[in-house]
């Protein structure tokens, strides 16, 4: 296992084989979060080579001191496919979905989810996870809704949605603790 | 600040959710870097979201990884100059002129205020030195004028006893005047007389001294005199007088009597010929 501050150092010194060695590690866990965003295996493939270039070409403005590299290489994915998804949904010729079609799309992405024997625990840890819970990390993680987007989408009090968030962080906290 | 209550806030959770404003996401950055505790449980909240990412984790298709080698190293070479030339930044710039400006318009300002001081103390000095030269310069016109004065005395003096022939008496008070003591310079040739008056006791403003000279025992008027502090130091009298045996003065009314009263007689000298 390379550690990620060597890992950092090689991908600043514009390593390939450090890239390599990136895009094997993390490409898997990205690719998930910006399916599970986009919901369409075509655009997702797009982002995800637009991720990579991105993650390569500005790894000078990543800081060590604010945060892991995993969580700033998700916050990269995540920003980007949720900004493609609402430049998407603005553009005026795009069709609006149904309902039915987004039952198919999400029918599609949960068909497309193949067995990763790295983590056979899925369902086991997020059938733990409270489905309220859940929603609303799923809303505000992998949708990126606000709490204000979130609050008024669930029908429930902004307060409620501040509590349950730090709820369900904490509840995620003690599983994967555990 | 309490940190155990920030962190029970939710903005963390909020924050590794990417829920933040721009100012909160600032707040927490800056925070974390200073409570080590804040920064601790962001790192447990960001790996919970990595295992959480990673849950959701799906191959991507085996040809994607080629064709994104082949878009960066294609990109590397045409874009990187684009990528490592950055507009510089403007704050940076602005900040230390900004401040130079500043310290240029406060350094002005002190020189300023410490040349005015100097100029305040600067005239203050100068009042000083002017009054202590106006008291000076008083000082001495007061003693050029006495200089003056007592040139003039002795002028007149002078110009009296240098003529031929001139004499010089001394009258000296007898029991009513004790301290009574006047010089007479008198020329029989020019017939003038002056009186010259060193201590006799001041009179009454309707009175004044009177000079007599006495011929063959007869008292001749020879003119009146004043004392005291105020009266010129020489006094010239405006009689006549070509004959004396002796010279007597007394107290007589202003402007002097066809006679003498006796009974004021102060003093009396025989002229020896």
């Not at chain 1, 998804?85 to 603005?90: M, Y």
Request: glycine share 4%; charged share 25%; proline share 6%.
């Amino acid at each position: 296992m390379v550690s990620e501050s060597v890992l950092i150092e090689k991908l600043t010194q514009r390593d390939q084989r450090a890239f390599h060695w990136l895009y094997d590690q993390y490409s898997p866990a990205l690719y998930g979060v910006v399916l599970r965003i986009v919901r369409d295996e075509e655009q997702a493939q797009d982002l995800l080579q637009d991720i990579f270039i991105k993650i390569w070409k500005n790894l000078d403005a990543y800081d060590a001191q604010k945060g892991r590299l995993f969580t700033w290489m998700l916050n990269v994915a995540r920003n980007t496919a949720i900004d493609a998804l609402r430049s998407r949904k603005t553009q005026p010729t795009s069709a609006i979905r149904t309902d039915e079609e987004n039952v198919h799309i999400v029918d599609r992405q949960y068909n497309t989810e193949q067995p990763n024997p790295e983590h056979i625990g899925v369902k086991e840890v997020v059938s733990q996870l409270r489905p309220e819970r859940r929603e609303l990390i799923d809303l505000v993680y992998f949708n990126g809704y606000t709490h204000e987007e979130a609050a008024e989408a669930l029908n429930m009090p902004l307060g409620t949605v501040k509590t349950r968030i730090r709820a369900a962080l904490q509840e995620l906290k003690q599983l994967f603790k555990s | 600040m309490n940190v155990t209550e920030y962190i029970a806030s939710g903005i963390l959770e909020s924050y590794v959710m990417g829920a933040v404003s721009d100012q909160e996401r600032r707040e927490v950055d800056c925070l974390s870097s200073i409570y080590p505790e804040i920064k601790q449980e962001l790192d447990q909240l960001s790996a919970s979201l990595e295992n959480y990412a990673l849950l959701h984790s799906i191959e991507p298709p085996p040809q994607l990884k080629a064709s994104l080698l082949e878009k960066l190293n294609f990109d590397e070479q045409k874009d990187r100059p684009e990528t490592i030339v950055r507009p510089m930044p403007v704050e940076p710039t602005s900040g230390p002129t900004f401040q130079v400006t500043w310290i240029a318009a406060a350094a002005v300002g002190l020189v300023l205020l410490a040349f005015s001081f100097f100029l305040v103390s600067r005239l203050y000095n100068e009042q000083q030195t002017l009054s202590s030269l106006r008291s000076a310069n008083s000082t001495l016109q007061t003693e050029l004028r006495q200089l003056r004065d007592r040139q003039q005395r002795d002028e007149q003096t002078l110009a009296l006893l240098r003529q031929p022939g001139t004499r010089t008496l001394e009258l000296r008070g007898n029991e009513k005047a004790p301290n009574g003591d006047i010089l007479l310079y008198w020329n029989p040739q020019s017939r003038q007389v002056a009186v010259e008056v060193r201590s006799l006791p001041p009179l009454q403003p309707d009175q004044q001294y009177q000079l007599w000279s006495l011929v063959n025992g007869k008292p001749i008027d020879a003119g009146v005199f004043d004392g005291g502090n105020a009266a010129p130091f020489l006094q010239r009298l405006n009689r006549p007088i070509g004959q004396a045996d002796a010279f007597a003065v007394t107290v007589e009314k202003r402007g002097g009597s066809p006679t003498p009263t006796l009974s004021t007689l102060l003093a009396m000298t025989p002229v020896k010929s």
